[in-house]
């Protein structure tokens, strides 16, 4: 029996504490908002890409989590990530500005966009085949808490301390995780001669990143009435098409069919 089976109930504790802080994440500054508007001094459309830049960035950025662990091994990305995660969250609750929130919104989503595939990863490794479907009802109970827990909590710390604190409650979980991460996660065999296709990843990110800023934005400017959500609708075609076809014709695709 390998360390990461013989400390499986840690490991599972270190996966479910790393899927709620990320899942948390994605309601958690909602009810945040109308407080975030007076003190960054944001209009309600400006503040809204408090929300958005989080999930363009964190949808993005999903695909690169299977190159970058066969580059350099799950425990490094999964540590970098939750650390990142960790320190965008604690620069969230320090931005001066609306501009400050937005980058520091995006760096999260960055380093939040592993966090789910590589729980997922983690959990099945660490569990014999026929527990596996034990194992992802284990983590979809994190998958859910998070958004169900996000918005009371978030009220909640909002009226009773500062709207800063919704992101300041990822530092403790955070530094439990990563030390727990650290100290009982095995790591998986790297290849660091995998090449990356990054044309095809380049189309990839601009069909998802317009496709998610066109659904994000598109019940406030009216859906097709609006010239910005057209151009992201055409964005997003247009991207994926060339992806489609880069995918067809490439000798090494970022993703092979």
């Not at 660490?126 to 998070?146: D, F, L, T």
Request: aromatic residues 10%; glycine residues 8%.
């Amino acid at each position: 029996m390998d360390e990461t089976v013989s400390h499986r109930g840690l490991i599972t504790v270190c996966v479910m504490l790393a899927t709620i802080m990320q899942a948390l994440d994605t309601t958690i500054a909602n009810v945040a908002l109308p407080y975030m508007m007076g003190s960054l001094s944001a209009t309600l459309d400006q503040i809204n890409w408090v929300l958005t830049s989080y999930i363009v960035a964190a949808a993005i950025a999903i695909p690169l989590t299977g190159f970058m662990v066969m580059r350099f091994g799950r425990k490094p990305v999964f540590v970098v990530a939750v650390s990142g995660f960790t320190l965008a969250s604690v620069l969230c609750g320090l931005a001066a500005s609306l501009d400050q929130m937005v980058l520091f919104r995006l760096l999260q989503g960055l380093f939040g966009a592993p966090l789910v595939p590589l729980s997922q990863s983690v959990l099945l490794d660490s569990y014999p085949r026929e527990r596996h479907g034990s194992a992802m009802a284990i983590w979809g109970v994190g998958v859910m808490v998070g958004p169900i827990l996000g918005p009371t909590l978030g009220g909640w710390l909002t009226e009773n301390y500062d709207w800063r604190w919704v992101f300041f409650i990822n530092v403790p979980i955070g530094i439990l995780t990563v030390a727990g991460l650290m100290k009982y996660l095995t790591d998986t065999p790297r290849n660091i001669k995998a090449s990356f296709d990054w044309t095809g990843f380049i189309f990839l990110a601009l069909a998802i990143g317009g496709l998610q800023m066109m659904l994000d934005r598109g019940e406030n400017l009216d859906w097709f009435s609006s010239t910005e959500i057209m151009i992201e609708a055409g964005l997003a075609a247009l991207a994926f098409y060339m992806f489609i076809v880069h995918m067809m014709t490439s000798d090494n695709p970022f993703i092979d069919p």
